[in-house]
């Protein structure tokens, strides 16, 4: 892929109203564009790791029993209705009306529309389980949209929901799809904590959060320093140098970004909307469900949080945009042009190539290069006619001459 075909709009400055070091450095290594407070674009290389986390969420999901689908973002009242909410959302659902004057929100969240389209269905205990997901733009009037994509007034979601004839079953589903978060999260290069937390607006009994340890993190986690307890401070209410309610160790307190959540809802909707069943014993029941969320976008910040300095990033492997970035210092005279371009051709074929072939200075090259963050980096300079480039592995900042001869071998042991 040519670099002055793939748009990326870098920039010297970050705007002013940023704030965090990601969403700084989003802005200057051309990944997003604000619209309007709190809605952004996604350019093509945030839009790559965006496809590359979503991959990730289907191939956790799918293997597991889960089927996609596509919900509508435009809703209509009536189902709000039923489930009481839309007089109890408040000022952050985006209400319109239609032509002919009717209510309509565009999705926050789907547990009315999910409902609604199951409940026709699951009529006996032989349709269950099920575990039905999507990967959908969410919308809601958040009082502060702040931080770039942490919090959005349009955003990315995946949002999983699960239907059980029973507790054991939705604590079986429970579990497996806690282990799907964290194999989502370990894949995304994402070191995270699974703290407990209090079920909010969606009401239920048992719900735990997926947070990324972070200073700008918005929530504030209690843990403890002994065993393995973390909560959400606003359910725990422990602070700084309190007793473990499990063990007795020391608390400590620290910020974390909520990456995504899971929630045993159990009968609140089924019961409001009717979506009942017969049971193995015959009798008409509410069915019991879970509901599952991962913010796509604001993991992408996250991970851009974690893995960047004020000027540069690093892509974790599964989800940088290209594997190679090849710089040549001058990519201007035809013999020399033919010859990068083989060397990147015979590359593609087992990687993904970013050319920067841009009539630039070699310095705003590699200031660029450094914002986009692919972990390796090959300098194609003066020594290219003698067989040799400059090679950076942005993961050790290992940097070496390399002969071009031994370069699929260097490649190959990379394990790319
Ligand atoms: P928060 O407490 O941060 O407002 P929430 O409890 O409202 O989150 P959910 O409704 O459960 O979040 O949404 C599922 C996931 O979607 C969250 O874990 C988070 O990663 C993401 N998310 C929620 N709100 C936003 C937002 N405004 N912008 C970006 N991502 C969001
Ligand atoms: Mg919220």
Redesign the pocket.
Request: glycine share 16%; charged share 30%.
């Given at each position: 892929m040519k670099q002055s075909l793939l748009f990326v709009p870098t920039l010297k400055e970050a705007p002013k109203d940023a704030e965090v070091k990601s969403h700084k450095l989003m802005a200057r290594a051309g990944l997003i564009k604000q619209t309007s407070a709190?809605v952004y674009t996604y350019l093509p290389l945030a839009h790559r790791v965006i496809r590359n986390i979503e991959t990730i969420i289907r191939e956790e999901l799918d293997k597991r029993g889960c089927s996609e689908m596509l919900m509508p973002a435009l809703q209509p009242r009536d189902l709000w209705d039923e489930s009481g909410r839309w007089d109890l959302y408040g000022p952050e659902l985006m209400r319109l009306k239609d032509r002919k004057e009717r209510d309509f929100c565009l999705g926050?969240?789907h547990e009315e529309i999910v409902t609604h389209a199951v409940r026709d269905y699951i009529n006996s205990y032989k349709k269950l389980p099920l575990a039905l997901y999507q990967i959908q733009t969410?919308f809601?009037d958040?009082m502060r949209?702040r931080f770039g994509?942490?919090?959005?007034?349009e955003?990315?979601?995946k949002?999983l929901y699960t239907f059980h004839e029973n507790q054991e079953d939705l604590d079986r589903w429970y579990q497996s799809m806690k282990e799907a978060y964290t194999e989502i999260f370990r894949r995304s290069g994402l070191e995270t904590r699974i703290v407990s937390?209090d079920t909010?607006?969606?009401g239920g009994d048992e719900a735990d959060?997926?947070m990324v340890m972070s200073e700008v993190g918005?929530?504030t986690i209690s843990y403890c320093m002994s065993c393995s307890y973390a909560a959400n401070q606003e359910f725990s209410g422990l602070s700084d140098g309190d007793v473990c309610p499990k063990c007795g160790g020391t608390i400590r307190t620290a910020k974390g970004?909520?990456?995504?959540?899971i929630?045993k809802l159990g009968t609140k909707y089924s019961e409001s909307m009717n979506a009942l069943f017969t049971s193995r014993e015959g009798k008409r029941e509410p069915v019991i469900m879970g509901?599952y969320?991962?913010?796509?976008?604001?993991?992408l910040?996250a991970s851009v949080e974690q893995h960047s300095t004020e000027d540069a990033l690093v892509w974790p492997k599964e989800l940088t945009p290209f594997d190679l970035h090849v710089v040549p210092v001058n990519y201007r005279d035809d013999a020399l042009i033919e010859k990068v371009d083989g060397l990147v051709r015979s590359l593609e074929k087992d990687y993904r190539v970013l050319l920067d072939d841009r009539d630039e200075r070699a310095g705003v090259k590699f200031k660029d290069a450094d914002l986009i963050g692919v972990p390796y980096r090959m300098v194609i300079g003066k020594d290219f006619s003698n067989g040799k480039i400059e090679f950076l592995n942005r993961y050790n900042d290992h940097k070496e001459v390399l002969d071009l001869e031994d370069l699929a071998e260097t490649l190959k042991s990379l394990n790319i």
């Open positions: 709190g926050p969240t969410k809601r958040e949209p994509l942490m919090r959005g007034r955003f990315i979601m949002d937390s909010g607006q969606i959060e997926f918005e929530d970004i909520e990456v995504g959540n929630f509901c969320g991962i913010g796509i976008s604001r993991t910040m």
